[in-house]
């Protein structure tokens, strides 16, 4: 086996330029022609533009494929194959969570849907077998684990969904990671977002199971922006210093950052929009931009929340937290202020590793991790949270600085019209998206493990 191209994450916007040919030619151009089958617009950021780009661009592709001696998959896929033995035994199959958000999923039949493979030209012989959230896989054939079942498969955001027992609809939690994600539960019926949200799968807890849906909306830099800060800037020595330094000055002095490095996600999908500071003045040091760094991030899951809301017509009785930046009170505090909603922190920090032992634990008839498919979790217990964040500035206030937001947004739009290529491709360094593998052990010490690694896609070649 060897690799036959590099891996493409999340954020990297070579593949900008395919997607507007595609809504320009095929798309007739509506970038969200295809959105009523696979709950997504045209956009670089999903997973069928990665392959497409990589079997324009890279030969060796467009060679291994043709002698059918490739596969591709998110992450999750590539840990299960090597799990269960790789090149001689490997198992490629995903879970409907991870499959949803390549395009190439249809929401209601839950597998490849023959249109959208057409669409992109991907023959349907390379992607993975989909499979609910919770069922066994394949056992393990390396390590000394060998000889457990592989059980539990999510997607990221959709394991840190369950992590926090966001059961019921109308119940969402939100990541804070290197972009951010909110995700709300709409129960089992599929409600395509009119509002620039994504419609995905959030779990399906078994093969006889009904799946459930998420509303989601994906901000592209959240804790990115903070590591510009110290390796671009130069601002700050680490990372846990920007609260330090934007807690010394009250406010952000005026000024209003967006941060669209790579254009803009949820709810506005602008791949043109570029970073943006307005109300720049002398006044102005750095403490303030460090909070308009902060509040940079609360202000673009605002708008998220508001279309969660136009869109399922629900209002969210609290937010739940996690991810790296949930550490950071100001930024909790600016949020539940901004978003007038209580902002809730679990005491459990790994949240996505626990959604993923959820789904593992209830396929091998392990169920003291979760109630039932009623809703009930620790979630709905007060002692299940370590901190909460209530909304305290006046609606006036909150009026004000968010109409300022939303300006300074719209003078970020479109800036890149004239080239769409920047003069370096988008891929950052440091941690991306995260897809999570759950394996859990029977009738062992072991009762389950989660393994997080890096949501990319990879393409392998492979002799048998």
């Known amino acids: 086996m060897c690799f036959v191209c590099t891996s493409l994450v999340w954020l990297d916007n070579r593949t900008a330029d395919l997607s507007a040919t595609l809504i320009a030619g095929k798309g007739k151009g509506q970038a969200d022609c295809l959105q009523a089958a696979c709950g997504l617009p045209i956009h670089p950021y999903f997973s069928a533009l990665k392959l497409r780009w990589m079997m324009d661009n890279v030969p060796a592709v467009k060679e291994s494929i043709n002698t059918q001696s490739c596969l591709f998959g998110t992450v999750d896929s590539w840990i299960l194959w090597n799990l269960t033995g790789g ?194 003045t002398e006044y102005v040091h750095k403490a303030h931009f460090a909070r308009a760094a902060l509040e940079s991030v609360a202000f673009q899951v605002c708008e998220i929340v508001d279309a969660i809301k136009f869109d ?35 005491k459990m920090a790994e949240i996505t590793s626990l959604g993923a032992a959820i789904a593992a634990a209830r396929a091998v008839g392990c169920t003291e991790f979760f109630r039932g498919d009623s809703g009930s979790s620790s979630c709905d217990s007060d002692d299940y949270f370590k901190q909460r964040f209530l909304p305290k500035i006046t609606p006036e206030e909150r009026s004000q600085k968010y109409s300022y937001w939303k300006e300074a947004v719209q003078r970020s739009m479109h800036w890149n019209k004239n080239s769409r290529r920047d003069p370096k491709p988008t891929s950052p360094d440091g941690p991306s998206r995260f897809g999570v593998v759950a394996v859990a052990a029977v009738g062992g010490a072991l009762t389950s493990l989660a393994v997080a690694g890096l949501v990319f896609l990879t393409v392998q070649k492979f002799k048998r």
């Open 87 to 280: 090149v001689a035994h490997g198992v490629h199959k995903t879970d409907v969570t991870n499959a949803s958000r390549s395009m190439l999923m249809n929401l209601k039949t839950l597998q490849w849907d023959d249109k959208l493979i057409d669409f992109f030209g991907i023959p349907k012989t390379v992607l993975p077998q989909i499979c609910s959230s919770s069922e066994i896989y394949g056992d393990i054939r390396v390590s000394h684990l060998a000889g457990r079942p592989v059980a539990g498969i999510l997607g990221d955001q959709m394991a840190a969904l369950v992590g926090h027992g966001c059961m019921k609809p109308g119940t969402a939690k939100n990541t804070y990671g290197t972009g951010c994600f909110l995700l709300a539960n709409i129960g089992e019926e599929i409600k395509i977002s009119k509002h620039g949200l994504l419609t995905t799968v959030a779990y399906q807890l078994g093969p006889e199971s009904q799946p459930v849906y998420a509303l989601e909306g994906s901000v592209a830099i959240a804790g990115a922006v903070i590591t510009w800060l110290q390796k671009n800037l130069q601002m700050i020595d680490q990372p846990d210093e920007v609260d330090r330094l934007a807690g010394s000055v009250s406010d952000s002095g005026g000024i209003y950052f967006v941060p669209a490095f790579s254009g803009l996600f949820a709810p506005h999908w602008d791949t043109e929009a570029r970073g943006t500071i307005c109300g720049l």
């Open 312 to 346: 399922s017509g629900v209002e969210l009785s609290r937010i739940q937290v996690d991810g790296g930046m949930s550490h950071s009170n100001l930024l909790m505090q600016f949020q539940a202020d901004m978003s007038a909603i209580p902002v809730c922190v679990p």
